[in-house]
Nanobody, 127 residues
Framework: EVQLQASGGGLVQAGGSLRLSCTASGFTFDDNAIGWFRQVPGKEREGISCISSPDGRTYYSDSVKGRFTFSRDNAKNTMYLQINSLKPEDTAVYYC????????????????????WGQGTLVTVSS
């Protein structure tokens, strides 16, 4: 059974930083696609960063490029999202996601491409 456990959210002032973590069980990152998404109530889930497969390249949405960094530790089966220069509009529930097998780059930030989801962790940015 695949499970994803996200953590690291919290309340932070604008300009601050957070590091989100997501630990997977029943799933390895090798040759599979993983991603980070976020959702604000009443809005669609937004893809913010992903690692496609099999090329293993990292992609970012324009809204977070330059501020967010996606990394992974295959040995720990854990992926991370380092969030810097936080803005109030970054307030959302952040989700990690994964799927088996290849995922082409143009589909990498599409939430419908993923099979497994973590429970979400809330990030609140105060102005």
């Amino acid at each position: 059974e695949v499970q994803l456990q996200a953590s690291g959210g919290g309340l932070v002032q604008a300009g601050g930083s957070l590091r989100l973590s997501c630990t997977a069980s029943g799933f390895t990152f090798d040759d599979n696609a993983i991603g980070w998404f976020r959702q604000v109530p009443g809005k669609e889930r937004e893809g913010i960063s992903c690692i496609s497969s099999p090329d293993g390249r990292t992609y970012y949405s324009d809204s977070v490029k330059g501020r967010f960094t996606f990394s992974r530790d295959n040995a720990k089966n854990t992926m991370y999202l380092q969030i810097n220069s936080l803005k109030p509009e970054d307030t959302a529930v952040y989700y990690c996601a994964a799927r088996f097998n290849r995922l082409l780059p143009y589909m990498c930030l599409d939430p419908s491409s993923y099979t497994f989801w973590g429970q979400g962790t809330l990030v609140t940015v105060s102005s």
